[in-house]
């Protein structure tokens, strides 16, 4: 299992929480994310993750990965 953290400092609600969450959740492979609001961090488990798939789902969420 590999594991990919961003910083996305737009992220400041639940809505936010649950926008991203979606999206990556929505990606084949992963298997897991955790978003923490406190320090705009957000990880992301799964098997074969591509950065660049999981970087365009944040964005779909309308938010943008550091």
Same mark, same amino acid.
């Given at each position: 299992?590999? =594991?990919?953290?961003?910083? %996305?400092? /737009?992220?400041? +609600? /639940?809505? +936010?929480?649950? !926008? %991203?969450s979606?999206? &990556?959740? !929505?990606i =084949?492979?992963? =298997?897991?994310?955790?978003?923490? &609001?406190? @320090?705009?961090? %957000? %990880?992301?488990r799964? $098997? !074969? &993750?591509?950065? @660049? ?7 779909? $969420? ?5």
């Amino acid at each position: 299992m590999t =594991e990919i953290t961003y910083t %996305v400092p /737009g992220m400041s +609600c /639940g809505h +936010c929480e649950h !926008a %991203v969450s979606s999206e &990556l959740l !929505a990606i =084949e492979g992963v =298997e897991d994310v955790n978003v923490d &609001l406190d @320090t705009k961090l %957000v %990880v992301v488990r799964g $098997a !074969a &993750l591509d950065d @660049t798939r999981l970087r365009a789902a944040i964005g779909e $969420a309308g938010y943008e990965a550091a």
